[in-house]
C-alpha cells in the first residue's frame, strides 16, 4: 500500500474508534435514540455535497434495498451503540465493535453454506471465546442506571445487524455505485429515526460538550469515515480496506483512556486480545504454518 493509503486507513480507524468516544460523551444528556438520530440527520447534511443527479437517480432506483441497508448498517447499530455508551466503558463498546466479521463468517457457514477451513474454525472459536470472555467480565464496569448485561447485549445485536447488513448489500446492492450507498442508507436511516427524535427529544437542553460529541460523531465519525472507506475500497479492495477493524478497538480503548480516563482491566486487555486474534485467523490476516512431511523424508512448508 501507498504511504497516503496507510495514512488514510489510520485516520478511518481513529475516527471509527472515537465513535465510541463521542456516543460516552452525548448519551447521557441526549438519550441514545435522539443521538443516533442526530447522527444520522447530521450525516445527511454534511453529505450534500455528494448527492449528484446520477447518485440520485440510483438511489430512487435502488430505495427499497437501500432503506434495508439504512435500518441494519445505520439506524439500529446508531441507536443500540448509543444506548449501550449510557452504561459501558467507551473502549468495552469499541471492542465488541470487532465481533462483526466473526458474526458474518458464523452465519454464512451456518446458513448461506460458506465452507470453514480448519483455521477459519479455530478462529471463530477464539474470536468468540474472547466474546464470552469480555461479557462475562463486564459485570460492575457500568456506572450508570443502565445494566452493563443489556448494554453488551445490545453491543451484540448491533453487530448482528451490521452482519445482516453485509449479506443484504453483497447478494442485492452489486451493481449501485459505493457512494450512492453510503450516502442513501444515511439518508434512510435519518428518515426512520427523525420521528423517534422529535418525540424523545430531551426536556433539559444538553451541554456544549453533548453538542460537540453529536457533531464529532455525525461530520468525523460517520460522513467524512464512510467517504474514506469507500475511497480505501476503490483503491486497495475490499480485503485490506478491512484491516481498519483491527484498529477501531486499539483506538478506541485509547480515546477513552485519554480523554474519559477510563481504566484498561485486564477483562478488556485479554478480550481484546483474544477476540483480534480470532478475527485474524476467521479472515485469512493470519494463517499459521503447516509443516507436512513427504514419503522421501523433506519437510514441505505450506502458508
Keep these: 500500500m501507498k504511504t497516503?493509503?496507510?495514512?488514510?486507513?489510520?485516520?478511518?480507524?481513529?475516527?471509527?474508534?472515537a465513535s465510541f468516544l463521542f456516543m460516552r460523551m452525548g448519551a447521557d444528556e441526549f438519550g441514545g435514540v435522539v443521538l443516533a438520530g442526530l447522527r444520522a440527520i447530521g450525516a445527511v447534511i454534511c453529505s450534500i455535497p455528494l448527492l449528484t443527479r446520477s447518485r440520485l437517480a440510483e438511489m430512487r432506483t435502488h430505495w427499497r434495498d437501500i432503506t434495508v441497508i439504512g435500518l441494519t448498517n445505520s439506524a439500529l447499530p446508531f441507536v443500540l451503540f448509543s444506548y449501550a455508551a449510557q452504561s459501558l466503558p467507551a473502549g468495552v463498546s469499541a471492542i465488541t465493535d470487532a465481533i462483526a466479521p466473526l458474526l458474518v463468517a458464523l452465519?454464512?457457514?451456518?446458513?448461506?453454506?460458506?465452507?470453514?477451513?480448519?483455521?477459519?474454525?479455530?478462529?471463530?472459536?477464539?474470536?468468540l471465546t474472547g466474546v464470552v470472555w469480555l461479557v462475562a467480565g463486564t459485570v460492575g464496569l457500568g456506572d450508570s442506571h443502565h445494566a452493563p448485561g443489556w448494554a453488551m447485549a445490545a453491543c451484540v445485536a448491533a453487530n448482528v445487524c451490521y452482519t445482516v447488513g453485509a449479506h443484504y448489500s453483497q447478494r442485492c446492492l452489486r451493481g449501485i455505485t459505493p457512494l450512492s450507498v453510503a450516502t442513501g442508507n444515511q439518508l434512510a436511516a435519518a428518515v426512520m429515526l427523525l420521528p423517534f427524535t422529535v418525540w424523545l427529544w430531551p426536556a433539559k437542553t444538553p451541554g456544549v460538550s453533548?453538542?460537540?460529541a453529536a457533531f464529532g460523531l455525525a461530520a468525523a465519525c460517520t460522513s467524512l469515515a464512510f467517504v474514506l472507506f469507500f475511497g480505501l475500497m476503490a483503491r486497495i479492495g475490499a480485503a485490506r480496506s478491512m484491516a481498519v477493524?483491527?484498529?477501531?478497538?486499539?483506538?478506541?480503548?485509547?480515546?477513552?483512556?485519554?480523554?474519559?480516563?477510563?481504566?484498561?482491566?485486564?477483562?478488556?486487555?485479554?478480550?481484546?486480545?483474544?477476540?483480534?486474534?480470532?478475527?485474524?485467523?476467521?479472515?485469512?490476516?493470519?494463517?499459521?504454518?503447516?509443516?507436512?512431511?513427504?514419503?522421501?523424508?523433506?519437510?514441505?512448508?505450506?502458508?
Excluded: Q
Excluded at 4 to 9: C, E, G, R
Excluded at 265 to 275: P, Y
Design 210 to 212: 453533548a453538542w460537540l
Design 107 to 127: 452465519s454464512g457457514w451456518l446458513w448461506l453454506g460458506d465452507k470453514l477451513d480448519a483455521t477459519r474454525a479455530s478462529g471463530l472459536v477464539i474470536g
Design 245 to 303: 477493524l483491527y484498529l477501531i478497538p486499539v483506538f478506541g480503548v485509547s480515546w477513552g483512556v485519554l480523554f474519559l480516563h477510563e481504566p484498561v482491566t485486564t477483562t478488556m486487555a485479554g478480550g481484546c486480545v483474544v477476540i483480534l486474534l480470532g478475527v485474524a485467523l476467521t479472515t485469512g490476516l493470519v494463517r499459521p504454518r503447516i509443516r507436512s512431511t513427504d514419503l522421501s523424508g523433506a519437510v514441505n512448508e505450506d502458508t
Design 4 to 17: 497516503s493509503d496507510i495514512a488514510a486507513l489510520l485516520l478511518l480507524g481513529a475516527l471509527w474508534g
